[in-house]
């Protein structure tokens, strides 16, 4: 057995070199994913064919002229999916199989103009949560940086509780405020760590990656899991057989009641018609059970009921003891890492975890490279401006980023391109600056000073593109709009009191002493 103290040195050891390997991704990882639990609102934000009232209160409004719908937008009748109002889009948004989607005002029931718009914030910021900006191997180092951070957390604590029993009968070292509050915050963030990282890991990692796996149970056969899992995930209806056109419309109002009378707690999400308009043409009505939305995700494994458009009679109806228990694992690992569907306090409790998680791993960063200053002042302090360049300038060019969506114009050419840009380029300046300025101090009220300038600036803009301001939203019923401006406001002053407070922090004056 190896004593406490090897036992020590070797976690140490190993703590901060996989902490090293895995803290830029996951910094990036957290940062973004902070963020993208707010996508819905941040999506009905920066999309203006969202920006509209609240005019009726509504359950489902489905009487919709679907005929019309589907001969003007010619939709495929083999598969028309109908998407219902929900959190991630409060639109009613109808498509079939490879085609472009028609979105209507649930309200108002008219066909919302969506030409020249595209959710650019959001996409980007939901590609560098997941790596899938970098190609191949992005998703591979997410995961793996995923499963490394639940290593660190453990072993932190661990850590603290063998030099707990090891010296316990020592002199107490001096620690600074930055080890104490890492230590804090890595006890208080276990749960945070162990729901979000095991999570992600496994949904986007494992599944998409695991190629050892699913060459075994292939027979050496299939390398991609995707390829193996996802007929078994998203297994499509069987085709219909040739019929005749139906002399009876279907009336969806109808059948949505009928469907909701023999499946009481099922909450409908989402409707697909099978063989519009014909004689064998079928209805799904699928979403999640009301007492059982872990287990039963509209997205991994649904629950639904089938019935025939014209008769009404019931074809299949799908209960939750009809899953397998892989279904409903992976259910309740995507409910619980995308919050599908749940309201905004919890969002709100986790983007304060998240906050608190990059906190944590600056902070660890910062005992590294404050020990390591001492040993070879120059290299660290270049890598030391690298780090914040990094994992700070990312705010204000975030920040930039929103604020460029709404000054460069929705029909300009290769608008993306253009919008993306201007982040990358944010970012590198942010980069030149931190090596170009002396004073570690001044880099760190620049960031926080601009980021202060621009949040504000952004939430300002939009509601100069709206003509409407922050109480008038609130009055009007544009609530997630104004949750979003009004974030940006709470941001630009969070900013603003750190630019204030950065000349009385004394720790920083530790890396004032010597300048490269």
């Known amino acids: ?64 002229e679907l005929n019309k719908i589907v001969r003007e937008n010619k939709l495929n009748p083999s598969n ?67 499963i490394i951070l639940i290593f ?13 029993r090891t010296f316990k009968n020592s002199v107490k070292q001096n620690r600074n405020f930055i080890f104490k509050w890492h230590k804090i915050f890595g006890f208080v963030l276990t749960p945070y760590v162990i729901i979000f990282a095991l999570t992600g890991a496994f949904l986007g990692f494992m599944l998409s990656n695991a190629a050892p796996i699913a060459f075994s149970a292939t027979n050496y056969e299939k390398s991609n899991m995707s390829s193996l899992v996802r007929p078994i995930l998203f297994a499509k209806k069987a085709n219909l057989e040739e019929s005749t056109l139906s002399s009876k419309p279907m009336q969806l109002k109808d059948l949505y009641q009928i469907a909701s009378q023999n ?43 089938i019935l025939n458009s014209k008769t009404a009679e019931l074809v299949e109806k799908k209960e939750l003891e009809d899953s397998h228990i892989m279904k409903k694992t992976l259910s309740a690992f995507y409910w619980l890492h995308f919050q599908v569907d749940e309201g905004l306090f919890l969002r709100v409790l986790f983007f304060i975890f998240g906050i608190i998680m990059l906190v944590c791993l600056f902070f660890g960063y910062l005992i590294w490279v404050e020990k390591k200053l001492k040993e070879d002042r120059i290299y660290f302090d ?8 990094l994992m700070l300038g990312i705010i204000p060019s975030s920040a930039f980023l929103m604020l460029m969506y709404w000054i460069i114009p929705n029909n300009t050419f290769d608008r993306i391109i253009w919008v993306e840009g201007c982040f990358y380029l944010a970012w590198s300046f942010y980069l030149f600056y931190c090596f170009k300025e002396n004073s570690i101090k001044k880099i760190l009220k620049m960031i926080f000073l601009s980021s202060s300038i621009l949040f504000l600036s952004t939430c300002f803009l939009h509601e100069i593109h709206l003509d409407i301001f922050l109480v008038e939203l609130f009055e009007m019923g544009l609530l997630r709009q104004f949750f979003i401006d009004f974030s940006l406001i709470l941001l630009g002053i969070f900013f603003y009191i750190l630019y204030k407070k950065v000349d009385k922090v004394q720790y920083f004056e530790k890396f004032e002493k010597e300048v490269i």
């Not at 660190?152 to 707990?164: A, E, P």
Request: net charge positive; charged share 15%; aromatic share 14%.
């Open 152 to 164: 660190l957390m453990i072993s932190g604590i661990y850590l603290y509780i063998l030099k707990k």
């Open 263 to 305: 499946y009481p707690q099922l909450d409908i999400t989402k409707i697909n018609i099978y063989n519009y308009r014909l004689d064998n043409s079928q209805i799904m009505f699928s979403g999640y059970l009301k007492n059982e939305k872990a287990r039963s995700s509209s997205r991994l494994n649904p629950m639904y009921i």
């Open 80 to 146: 028309i999916e109908i998407q219902l109002p929900s959190l991630r889009d409060d639109t009613i948004k109808i498509s079939s199989e490879n085609q472009n989607s028609v979105y209507l005002n649930p309200y108002t029931k008219e066909i919302l103009d969506t030409n020249n718009e595209s959710a650019i914030i959001t996409t980007l910021f939901n590609k560098f949560h997941t790596g899938e900006n970098i190609p191949i191997i992005g998703m591979k180092f997410m995961g793996i940086s995923s």
């Open 382 to 389: 270049i890598l030391n401006r690298f780090s914040i360049a």
């Open 1 to 64: 057995m190896l004593s406490n103290q090897l036992k020590i040195k070797f976690l140490s050891r190993s703590h901060t070199l996989l902490g090293l390997f895995a803290i830029f991704l996951f910094y990036i990882s957290t940062y973004f994913g902070s963020i993208t639990l707010f996508l819905p609102y941040l999506n009905s934000w920066e999309l203006p064919s969202r920006h509209y009232l609240n005019e009726i209160k509504y359950e489902h409004l489905i009487d919709i």
